[in-house]
């Protein structure tokens, strides 16, 4: 996969992260989640930051998922174990972020994105923006512990077992409806909603800010269980390994999972 890269700019009061990889839609490299990790412990350790916005790079998609070439090396469930503490720890200190954080959607939020987007406050989108994590259909993996409170109590349940559970994408207007995006707007005026939405978030008490999400986080993940068996029951499976394998090799079906 070509190389891509996670921008970083500060502007007064406000952060913002661009995932810049147009070539494959944004997907997100080994180094670019490590880079996301980096750059949100930044944001967390600036008190002058009070407002931090994620979008994409093109205007074709926010993140289109990750980049799975290492998954064909996979041999043990142990190793899908440590991808996913990995993938726990990058997601944790975007979680951690203090300050209101948005995600502007452009296009497709698939995987990744969807996490990525659902860790943030607020969310906006274009009208064709579509969200999902169909990993059922594709490679057959599984999310942590974390990444299912985190989405599910973003989008609600019943949606996200549609994404996962189905393997649906959900349009802008459904989710819209749901509550899980607080608007749509067109491309021409998202630039200007989000200049808006920046300025009322770093209008508001950082301390307000700061308590409130501390203590929706430890709402969220405070007592989550302990599933690293499933995790590596899935990863150490010939299912996952057939899957990766049919994905790398743009095999357009279905794998024929077995359950083994």
Same mark, same amino acid.
């Given at each position: 996969m070509s190389q891509g890269r996670i921008l970083f700019e500060r502007r007064g009061h406000e952060a913002h992260i661009r995932f810049d990889h147009t070539?494959?839609?944004?997907?997100?490299?080994?180094?670019?989640?490590?880079?996301?990790?980096?750059? =949100?412990? =930044?944001?967390?350790?600036?008190?002058?930051?009070?407002?931090?916005? %994620?979008? /994409?790079? /093109?205007? *074709?998609?926010?993140i289109?998922?990750?980049?799975?070439?290492? %998954? =064909?090396? @996979?041999?043990?469930?142990?190793?899908?174990?440590? @991808?996913?503490?990995?993938?726990? !720890?990058?997601m944790a200190a975007v979680d951690a972020i203090p300050c209101t954080t948005i995600a502007v959607v452009e296009g497709w939020?698939?995987? /990744?994105?969807?996490?990525?987007?659902? =860790?943030?406050? %607020?969310?906006?989108?274009?009208?064709?923006? *579509?969200? /999902?994590?169909?990993i059922g259909r594709t490679i057959g993996n599984c999310l942590s512990a974390a990444s299912v409170a985190r989405i599910?109590?973003?989008?609600?349940?019943?949606?996200?077992?549609?994404?996962?559970?189905?393997? !649906?994408?959900?349009?802008?207007?459904?989710?819209l409806a749901s509550g899980f995006l607080l608007k749509i707007a067109a491309r021409e005026a998202i630039d200007a909603e989000l200049a808006a939405l920046c300025a009322r978030a770093s209008e508001n008490a950082p301390l307000t800010t700061r308590v409130t999400k501390e203590t929706i986080r430890r709402m969220t993940f405070g007592d989550l269980p302990e599933i690293e068996d499933l995790i590596a029951q899935v990863y150490g499976s010939a299912d996952f390994r057939r899957g990766v394998a049919d994905f790398l090799a743009k095999t357009k079906r279905v794998p024929d999972w077995t359950g083994d």
């Open positions: 070539a494959a839609h944004n997907a997100l490299t080994g180094q670019m989640w490590i880079d996301l990790r980096d750059a =949100a412990r =930044a944001i967390a350790g600036d008190p002058a930051i009070r407002v931090a916005t %994620f979008r /994409g790079s /093109g205007g *074709k998609a926010f289109s998922g990750t980049d799975i070439t290492k %998954f =064909a090396d @996979y041999e043990t469930g142990a190793q899908g174990v440590a @991808y996913e503490r990995e993938i726990d !720890e990058c939020a698939v995987g /990744g994105g969807l996490n990525i987007s659902a =860790a943030c406050d %607020f969310r906006i989108a274009t009208e064709d923006a *579509k969200f /999902g994590s169909p599910g109590g973003a989008v609600g349940v019943q949606f996200a077992k549609r994404m996962v559970l189905m393997g !649906e994408f959900l349009t802008a207007d459904q989710l």
